[in-house]
T-cell receptor, first 112, second 110 residues
Framework: ETGVTQSPTHLIKTRGQQVTLRCSSQ?????VSWYQQALGQGPQFIFQ???????GRGNFPPRFSGLQFPNYSSELNVNALELDDSALYLC???????????FGQGTRLTVV | GQNIDQPTEMTATEGAIVQINCTYQ??????LFWYQQHAGEAPTFLSY??LDGLEEKGRFSSFLSRSKGYSYLLLKELQMKDSASYLC???????????WGAGTKLIIKP
């Protein structure tokens, strides 16, 4: 148990739809990162939020967006879903002064 | 660009020792992590190296050489439950994002 929870655990969406994935951070963790992991690949960094502001972004298009709330929980929103968006989406939380991140169990998104 | 290389797959025997290598070329470096990931699950933390040398933690050890851009994870007394993917990840110093290798799938045989 890492204290980081994600919802839902599994999701099936149709191409073109929009999806919101949620992450509840470990208590006291003010920094959250989101990753996309395709089958058989390592995670790819999407973006990072610190105190409700995005402070880092990977090579993902603008249709991937996020929010972090005052309680440090966060959301990942993906618009205009494409088949290639099918992946495991992971969030990881940490404190701003710690290097170790704690991962949630992930959301498995399938786009059909 | 950022580049992290690991072997795709390795096979070892229960009770034996295996070494998983990772080489990296990144524009920044603030340490290297090793994570274990079972199929369909989230990665779990194994080790973090920021200085050169060997860090030992029970059956698992991790080594780092920053000058060579090289790390390895050593697993001793292998157990069947060690069958998993092992990912190395470099912590970038710009905004603390992790850059990941594709992972090494380790298969343990009886």
């Amino acid at each position: 148990e890492t204290g980081v929870t994600q919802s839902p655990t599994h999701l099936i969406k149709t191409r073109g739809q929009q999806v919101t994935l949620r992450c509840s951070s470990q208590s006291g963790h003010n920094t959250v990162s989101w990753y996309q992991q395709a089958l058989g690949q390592g995670p790819q960094f999407i973006f990072q939020y610190y105190r409700e502001e995005e402070n880092g972004r990977g090579n993902f298009p603008p249709r991937f967006s996020g929010l972090q709330f005052p309680n440090y929980s966060s959301e990942l929103n993906v618009n205009a879903l494409e088949l290639d968006d099918s992946a495991l989406y992971l969030c990881a939380s940490r404190t701003s002064v710690s290097t170790e991140a704690f991962f949630g169990q992930g959301t498995r998104l399938t786009v059909v | 660009g950022q580049n992290i290389d690991q072997p795709t797959e390795m096979t070892a025997t229960e009770g034996a020792i295996v070494q998983i290598n990772c080489t990296y070329q990144t524009s920044g470096f603030n340490g290297l992590f090793w994570y274990q990931q079972h199929a369909g699950e989230a990665p779990t933390f194994l080790s973090y190296n920021v200085l050169d040398g060997l860090e030992e933690k029970g059956r698992f050890s991790s080594f780092l050489s920053r000058s060579k851009g090289y790390s390895y994870l050593l697993l001793k007394e292998l157990q069947m439950k060690d069958s998993a993917s092992y990912l190395c990840a470099v912590l970038m110093d710009s905004n603390y994002q992790l850059i990941w290798g594709a992972g090494t799938k380790l298969i343990i045989k009886p």
